[in-house]
């Protein structure tokens, strides 16, 4: 079995998962930076968008998870689309060109973040997508390749719409998503052993405040452990405007 190659590896949510995906798996770590290897890894210091440089990283993979992307909520659409839409295009082309036969895609809660209403909870991971801003709606689009590439390819494709994670827990809007270190490991894994075809999960830890459904990932295996409840009583009031996810009566912005 080849390795997995994990893009944006040496980011912030990469380098959380990488010790627990390296209990099951080598790993082929890709990203722009440099960083500190672990043993079962190797490295490729490159930028997915120059042409061939991803057939070069999946070359021989077993599986991708693919976390290289612009993750601000408050970027313009046009960088989203450069560095999400665009990059996971390269990535699935490259995967099908090398025959990766697993692709786990790192979408956001983002993509449903119009749901982030009381009216609408729990949210059903199944419902129509409804983006909150640009960040969302690539993801949104990621999610779209994600499936095509499934259907074209037989391939097993994951799209995992994360919530809060790597990040402190200081602000209350977070309690309910928050995806802790400690889960954060186990649920890609977990994404790693789908069945061939698409499916798209929540992607958060067992907390109090959740109304984000995690039925679909548990169906994975993935079983969280962590419970966000111990900081509430030290997470403070929001410090700045993110979008529109945080909008409604129960949600108060900065």
């Not at 025959?99 to 786990?104: T, Y």
């Not at 993509?111 to 129509?128: I, K, Q, T």
């Not at 270190?181 to 405040?209: C, I, K, Q, Y």
Request: charged content about 20%; some cysteine.
């Amino acid at each position: 079995m080849g390795p997995v190659v994990i893009t944006g590896g040496f980011g912030r949510v990469g380098s959380l998962v990488r010790p627990a995906l390296l209990t099951a798996h080598r790993l082929r770590v890709v990203d722009r930076v440099t960083g500190d290897t672990l043993p079962g890894e190797e490295s490729l210091v490159a930028d997915l968008a120059v042409p061939g440089v991803a057939e070069q990283a999946l070359a021989g993979a077993s599986g991708v998870i693919h976390l290289a992307g612009d993750p601000r909520p408050h970027a313009t659409w046009e960088e989203v689309h450069r560095a999400n839409v665009g990059l996971t295009r390269r990535v699935l082309d490259a995967a099908a060109e090398q025959g990766v036969p697993r692709v786990v895609l790192a979408s956001t809660v983002h993509a449903m973040g119009e749901y982030n209403r009381p009216r609408h909870r729990p949210v059903d991971p199944a419902w129509e997508p409804r983006p909150c801003c640009a960040y969302g709606l690539s993801k949104v689009i990621v999610e779209s390749l994600g499936r095509l590439h499934a259907e074209l390819t037989g391939a097993s494709v994951v799209g995992l719409r994360l919530g809060s994670t790597g990040y402190a827990l200081d602000e209350a809007r977070y309690l309910g998503m928050w995806l802790s270190e400690r889960d954060a490991g186990p649920l890609m894994l977990a994404a790693l052993t789908a069945g061939p075809g698409w499916s798209v999960h929540f992607g958060m830890s067992a907390n109090t405040r959740r109304h984000w459904d995690l039925s679909s990932a548990r169906k994975l295996g993935y079983e969280p452990r962590d419970d966000s409840e111990p900081y509430a009583a030290t997470a403070g009031p929001p410090t700045a405007v993110i979008c529109r996810i945080f909008d409604g009566e129960d949600n108060p912005r900065a």
